[in-house]
C-alpha cells in the first residue's frame, strides 16, 4: 500500500491504494466519482475512459502509481451544468439507450474535438473504434460528433 | 377511499412533493379503485407503502411512475407518455420516477419479449383517463356545471362556455374525494397529442453526465463485495479448494463455496468476500480450487455441430403443419435444399452481471439491473423460504439486458452469499465470467427444403432446426412439445408446409437472447427464401410478394422496403432483402453492399422498415431498431461462442468481438404509420439483419454463406 496524490477535475485526493490498483478502481471505489465505468478489464471496450493529462486513457489498465500528481478528468468534470457542446449534441441527437458505455464514449468523443474541432468520418473511425456500445448507438455518436463540431464551431466564431 | 400511509424511503422519493397528493393506484387487472389523499406536511406519516402510477400535488407538480425497468429500450419515457397522454399533460410538465418491484402494486413488471408497450397500451391510458375524468369532475362540481361541458388540456381543466380554467394542482383535493370512474373513454389516433411523437428521453440526460445509476454503481450500507470463480463447464463440481493466500489479502474477509442454479442444474464456485471489489478479485485470483469437471471434456463445436447435422434426419417435434409436405415435396420439379448454421452467442451487456443482496432475518432486500421484477422477488422468497412481501425488490438503470437479467441464477447465488455472511453482498462478475458462463442464445443447425413447380410457385415447404429448446432444461419440462416458436413460422401462402424441432440437450445453458429464436428461425428462413427465388428464376422481393398477396400488411412493408432502399436500381451494388415477423410487429430490411477502393465488400447502408401498429415514441422505436440490427451485424459477422473441452473458448471482447463504429453502415428506419394494435419494438428489428446481409452478399458475388459469423473480407 502507498498513498497518491490524484488530481482529479480540478480538485485533490490523496489515496491509499496497492500501486498496481487500476486508476479506474481507485476513481470508483476510493474517490467515488462512478460515471466511469468498468466494462471489460483490458482495455477493449473503452467504458472506462477518462483524461489523463487532456489524452484519453484506459483506466481499467493504468496502473494508479502512473497516476499520481498529473491532471485527470472524468465525465463528471467535463462541465459544470450538462453543458459541454458534446453532452448538448448527445442529448439532441439522444445518443444513448443503456447509457452505460456512455460516459466512455463522450470522453473519447471530447479528447477528439479537443484536438480537432471538425472531424472528418474517417477521424471518427479512429478515434471512436476503441468504445463498444453494445446497443448500437454508432449512427447516432458519428452524428452528434459533427453535431458537437457544429455547435463548437459557432460558439468559436461567437467569442 | 383508502387511507394509505408513506414508509420512509417512498416518502423521501416524494420528498420533492408537499401538500395533498392526487396518487392513484393500479390494481391489476381493473383501473384505479380509489384516489388517496396523502397530507404530505402532517407529520405523523408513516407505514405502508403508496402504490401509484400517477402524483400530483396541490402545486401542480405532475410526477409519473415508470414501473417497468429501464435497459435502454426507453420504457423510462414510454410508460409515461402512455400515462400523460391520457392525462392531458405535457412531458414537459412531468417528472418521472421509476417504481420498485411490486406485481400487487404495478401488475406486470417485466421486460423482455417486446412487451411494454403491448401489455402497457391499454392499462396505462385508462389509469391517465381515470386520473383525468376525476380532475374533470372536480373542476365542473366548484363551478356548478357539467362535466360533459368541461375538458382537459395542458394540466388544466376548461370550461368550454367560458374561458375559465382551473389547473390540476387547485383541484387534487377535491378530487381525491371522488371515485375512480369504472369505464373510461380513450382518446382516438387523431387525437394524440403525445403519443407517437418524438419525446425526449428523461433519463438520457443522467447517461450524459455519469449521473445515472447503474447497478455496478449502487453502495448500501455494511455492503461487502464478492467475487466468484465458478466451474467453466457450468456443471463441474469443487472437488477441493485452498484459500490461505486468498485470506491474506487486505481486505478479504471470508472464502465460501457458492451453488447457483440453473435450470436443473447448479453451477459450483468458490466466492471470495472482501471490503472492496479489488480486494475480493485480488483474494479470487490467489485460490487455489480442484475442479471436478472431467464429465464434459469431449464436447466440442465440432462435436456438437456434428451431432445437430446427424439428427438433421430424424422426424422431430411438428411445430406447425398445413397440407402434405411430403408428398408434395417429392411431386415437385425443382426440388432445393440447405441447411444454416448458426452459433451460440453470449448477450454482453456493456454492465457485466453484478446484484447487490441483502438477507436478514425473515427479510431479504435485492438492488440491481434486473429485468424480472416479479419472478426475482417470487424466487428469492421461495429460496429463502420467507413470505413474498418480506421480499423488496429495488430496480436501478440496467446497462443492457437482452433477456440475460431476466434469469434467476445470479440473484439466487448473491442471497446465499449475503446469508452466510450475514451482511449486503455485491456479487460483481468479471467480463471473462460474463462472457463465458451464459446462459447463451442457443447454436442452430436448420435444414431447409423447398419444392418448386415449373411456374417458380413454391409448393412444398420444410423447416427443421436442431438445438436445444429452452424449455427443456427446467426440471420436470415436457419434452414432447416444442418451444422455440419464435420466427418459426412464415407467413407465405405455401400449400404444404412443415416446420418441426428435433430438441437437443447439452450441458450448456441456453436461454432467451434478443429475438430469441426468431434470431436463428429467421436467418434460415430467409436465407432459403432467396435461395428459392434463385431456382425460381424471380426477383426476392417478387417472389415474396407473390406469396403474401393475401396478406396486406406484409406487402406494405416489402413495397416500402423496396422503394426506399432503391433495390436493385444501382446496378455496382449487392441488395438483400429480409422480412420476419416476430414479437408481434413485421420487420423488413434491405442490405446495400459496395466494394472499397481495396476490392473489400462493405455493408454501405441498412434500410429498415416496421409495422408496429400503433406507437408511442417514434425516436426510441427508430434506435431499438438501429440498435438491433448492430447486434444483428454483430452476430452475423463478428461474434461467436466455440466450445472446447466443455467450455466456452471466448472470454473477453478480445475474442468475442463486437462491432464497432467503423464497421457500422448508415441505417435508415421507416415506421408504418396504422392504427393496428401495438406490436413490439425491442426486438422484432434483429431477426432480418443477417439474413438480408447474406442474401445481399449474394447478389453482389453470387456466393451462398450459410454458417455464421462470416468474414465479409474474405468474400
Known amino acids: ?159 | 377511499m383508502k387511507a394509505m400511509k408513506v414508509n420512509r424511503r417512498d416518502f423521501m422519493k416524494l420528498s420533492g412533493m408537499s401538500g395533498t397528493v392526487l396518487a392513484l393506484g393500479y390494481y391489476f387487472p381493473s383501473i384505479a379503485q380509489g384516489a388517496t389523499v396523502v397530507n404530505l406536511e402532517n407529520a405523523n406519516v408513516s407505514g405502508t407503502l403508496l402504490n401509484d402510477f400517477i402524483y400530483i400535488t396541490s402545486q401542480g407538480k405532475i410526477t409519473l411512475v415508470n414501473h417497468r425497468p429501464e435497459m435502454g429500450q426507453g420504457v423510462y419515457q414510454s410508460m409515461p407518455m402512455l400515462l400523460a397522454e391520457e392525462l392531458e399533460v405535457d412531458m414537459d410538465q412531468v417528472e418521472i420516477m421509476q417504481s420498485e418491484g411490486d406485481d400487487g402494486k404495478y401488475g406486470h413488471q417485466l421486460v423482455g419479449g417486446s412487451g411494454s408497450v403491448r401489455k402497457s397500451w391499454e392499462p396505462l391510458r385508462k389509469m391517465g383517463a381515470a386520473a383525468r375524468e376525476m380532475l374533470i369532475q372536480a373542476a365542473a362540481q366548484e363551478w356548478g356545471v357539467a362535466p360533459s361541458s368541461c375538458y382537459a388540456k395542458n394540466g388544466e381543466v376548461y370550461n368550454a362556455s367560458n374561458t375559465k380554467s382551473l389547473g390540476y394542482g387547485s383541484l387534487v383535493e377535491a378530487a381525491s374525494k371522488l371515485e375512480a370512474p369504472e369505464e373510461v373513454k380513450l382518446k382516438s389516433k387523431k387525437d394524440f397529442k403525445v403519443l407517437g411523437t418524438p419525446q425526449a428521453r428523461q433519463d438520457i440526460v443522467l447517461k450524459t453526465n455519469g449521473v445515472a445509476e447503474f447497478g455496478l454503481d449502487i453502495k448500501v450500507p455494511g455492503m461487502l463485495v464478492a467475487s466468484v470463480e465458478r466451474s467453466p463447464v457450468f456443471v463441474g463440481k469443487v472437488k477441493s479448494f485452498d484459500d490461505t493466500e486468498a485470506l491474506k489479502v487486505p481486505g478479504v474477509k471470508s472464502v465460501m463455496k457458492t451453488k447457483m442454479p440453473v435450470f436443473s442444474s447448479t453451477t459450483e464456485g468458490v466466492a471470495v468476500v472482501a471490503d472492496t471489489y479489488w480486494a475480493a478479485l485480488q483474494g479470487r485470483k490467489k485460490l487455489k480450487v480442484e475442479w471436478d469437471d472431467e464429465a464434459y471434456a469431449d464436447v466440442s463445436n465440432e462435436t456438437i455441430f456434428k451431432k445437430f447435422k446427424e439428427e438433421s434426419s430424424k422426424d422431430g417435434l411438428v411445430v406447425h403443419e398445413q397440407g402434405d409436405f411430403g408428398t408434395a415435396y417429392e411431386s415437385t420439379d425443382k426440388k432445393v435444399e440447405a441447411i444454416y448454421e448458426c452459433p451460440f452467442q453470449a448477450h454482453a451487456p456493456m454492465e457485466p452481471m453484478n446484484i447487490v443482496v441483502s438477507v436478514t432475518e425473515g427479510a431479504c432486500e435485492l438492488w440491481g439491473p434486473i429485468q424480472a421484477p416479479n419472478w426475482m422477488r417470487g424466487a428469492l422468497a421461495g429460496a429463502l423460504e420467507i413470505p413474498k412481501d418480506k421480499v423488496t425488490i429495488n430496480v436501478s438503470f440496467l446497462g443492457g439486458g437482452f433477456g440475460r437479467r431476466a434469469f434467476n441464477d445470479y440473484t439466487l447465488e448473491a442471497a446465499a452469499i449475503s446469508k452466510e455472511v450475514g451482511a449486503p453482498v455485491k456479487v460483481i462478475w468479471t467480463r471473462e465470467d460474463d462472457t463465458r458462463q451464459g446462459p447463451f442464445r442457443p447454436a442452430s443447425l436448420s435444414s431447409l427444403k423447398g419444392g418448386l413447380n415449373d411456374k417458380g410457385e413454391l409448393l412444398a415447404f420444410e423447416n427443421k432446426a436442431v438445438h436445444q429448446e429452452m424449455g427443456h432444461q427446467w426440471p420436470g419440462a415436457d419434452k414432447t412439445k416444442a418451444d422455440d416458436l419464435e420466427g418459426a413460422v412464415n407467413p407465405y401462402e405455401v400449400p404444404n408446409v412443415t416446420r418441426r424441432s428435433v430438441p437437443q440437450e447439452l450441458h450448456i445453458p441456453v436461454m432467451w437472447w434478443r429475438s430469441v429464436y426468431a434470431s436463428t428461425n429467421g436467418f434460415a428462413n430467409e436465407a432459403f427464401m432467396d435461395e428459392l427465388a434463385q431456382e425460381a428464376d424471380k426477383d426476392p422481393i417478387d417472389f415474396r410478394l407473390e406469396l403474401l398477396k393475401n396478406e396486406p400488411r406484409y406487402t406494405a412493408v416489402l413495397n416500402k422496403v423496396k422503394e426506399k432502399s432503391g433495390w436493385k436500381k444501382d446496378s455496382k451494388k449487392g441488395y438483400g432483402v429480409a422480412i420476419v415477423e416476430s414479437f408481434g410487429s413485421i420487420c423488413a430490411q434491405a442490405a446495400i453492399l459496395g466494394r472499397d477502393s481495396k476490392g473489400s465488400l462493405v455493408i454501405e447502408k441498412y434500410v429498415a422498415v416496421i409495422d408496429c401498429g400503433m406507437i408511442v415514441n417514434p425516436d426510441t422505436i427508430k434506435a431499438q431498431i438501429e440498435g438491433s440490427i448492430v447486434m444483428g451485424l454483430t452476430a452475423a459477422m463478428k461474434s461467436e461462442i466455440t466450445f472446447k473441452n466443455g467450455r466456452a473458448v471466448e472470454q473477453n471482447f478480445d475474442r468475442f468481438k463486437m462491432l464497432r463504429i467503423h464497421e457500422c453502415p448508415e441505417i435508415e428506419v421507416h415506421i408504418m404509420d396504422n392504427e393496428e394494435a401495438p406490436g413490439g419494438v425491442g426486438e422484432p428489428g434483429l431477426p432480418p439483419t443477417a439474413p438480408a446481409l447474406v442474401n445481399a452478399v449474394f447478389d453482389e458475388s453470387g456466393k451462398r454463406i450459410r454458417k455464421l459469423p462470416f468474414d465479409l473480407n474474405k468474400v
Not at chain 1, 463522450?106 to 471512436?128: F, G, Y
Request: include cysteine; glycine fraction near 8%; proline fraction near 6%.
Open chain 1, 1 to 159: 500500500m502507498a498513498t497518491y496524490n490524484l488530481k482529479i477535475n480540478d480538485k485533490d485526493y490523496s489515496v491509499e491504494a496497492e500501486p498496481t490498483m487500476p486508476l479506474l478502481w481507485v476513481i470508483r471505489d476510493i474517490v467515488g466519482l462512478t460515471g466511469t465505468k468498468f466494462g471489460c478489464g483490458i482495455a477493449q471496450c473503452g467504458a472506462c475512459t477518462v483524461h489523463f493529462n487532456g489524452n484519453p486513457i484506459r483506466s481499467c489498465s493504468f496502473p494508479v502509481s502512473a497516476a499520481a500528481n498529473q491532471p485527470i478528468t472524468t465525465i463528471e468534470g467535463i462541465s459544470g451544468n450538462n453543458d459541454h457542446p458534446v453532452q448538448q449534441a448527445w442529448s439532441e441527437e439522444q445518443v444513448p439507450q443503456c447509457g452505460y458505455c456512455q460516459s466512455g464514449q463522450i470522453m473519447s468523443a471530447v479528447a477528439l474535438l479537443d484536438k480537432k474541432e471538425t472531424p472528418t468520418d474517417e477521424d471518427i473511425n479512429r478515434s471512436m473504434q476503441g468504445n463498444i456500445c453494445r446497443c448500437g448507438t454508432y449512427p447516432r455518436i458519428r452524428k452528434a460528433i459533427h453535431r458537437a463540431s457544429r455547435i463548437m464551431n459557432d460558439n468559436a466564431s461567437k467569442n
